[in-house]
């Protein structure tokens, strides 16, 4: 299960407070991406990296932010703006954008 | 944009009898579709996929079948056993991974 990792495992944030959650892998993917999941819901893809420095929205990108200076990190902010940010969140890497993806082991925020 | 739907979202089966999960897509273009078994507090992990050039894939107890007419596809275990109890995501994708969707889950319980 090594090779793409995020810290930490759980994190509980207060409302009005920006967090940033950490991905990295060392698979030396070119890509990477962002999902939530929600009880009862599909992975919903929130931003995707398909090279340094390059960085996309997905779907529900709104109150979120991504980097991506180095090739092997792909952090997530979740700023105050996003409306309910209490959700697992998973990170994945491919090689490139059509290759298979792997998956970190997660986080959960919990907005208290 | 595409949309895959999943079905069942709960199935319990009996220890040595088979499980079938179906998902219907949207986007005809769809050309490759991935299933996914996520174990209770554990990251996704890919089990099997098919591409759009194929009607049926093997991989021993696991097999997906695959039917572009009517637009959907299935997962089906044979010989079932306690640890295949996890949920199983679908996923359609046009061969980038930044266009996949991804179904809602089964949440599937093997009874021993």
């Known amino acids: 299960d090594g090779g793409i990792t995020q810290s930490p495992k759980y994190l509980f944030r207060k409302e009005g407070q920006n967090v940033t959650l950490s991905c990295e892998q060392n698979?030396?993917?070119?890509?990477m991406y962002w999902y939530r999941q929600d009880p009862g819901q599909g992975l919903r893809l929130i931003y995707y990296?398909?090279?340094?420095?390059?960085?996309q929205k997905g779907d529900i990108a709104e109150g979120y932010s991504v980097s991506r200076e180095k090739k092997e990190s792909f952090p997530l902010t979740v700023t105050s703006a996003q409306k309910n940010p209490t959700a697992f969140y998973l990170c994945?890497?491919?090689?490139?954008?059509?290759?298979?993806?792997?998956f970190g082991p997660g986080t959960r925020l919990t907005v208290l | 944009g595409e949309n895959v739907e999943q079905h069942p979202s709960t199935l319990s089966v009996q220890e040595g009898d088979s499980a079938v999960i179906k998902c219907t897509y949207s986007?005809?273009?769809?050309?490759?579709f991935p299933w996914y078994k996520q174990e209770l507090g554990k990251r996704p992990q890919l089990i099997i996929d098919?591409?759009?050039?194929?009607g049926e894939k093997k991989d021993q107890r696991i097999a997906v079948t695959l039917n572009k007419t009517a637009k959907h596809f299935s997962l089906h275990i044979t010989e079932t056993q306690p640890e295949d109890s996890a949920v199983y995501f679908c996923?359609?994708?046009?061969?980038?991974?930044?266009?996949?969707?991804f179904g809602a889950g089964t949440r599937l319980t093997v009874k021993p």
């Open positions: 994945a890497s491919s090689i490139d954008r059509t290759n298979t993806q792997y």
């Open positions: 698979l030396n993917h070119d890509a």
């Open positions: 990296s398909q090279i340094v420095n390059d960085f």
């Open positions: 986007d005809s273009a769809s050309n490759y």
């Open positions: 098919i591409r759009s050039n194929v």
């Open positions: 996923a359609a994708s046009l061969y980038n991974n930044n266009d996949m969707r």
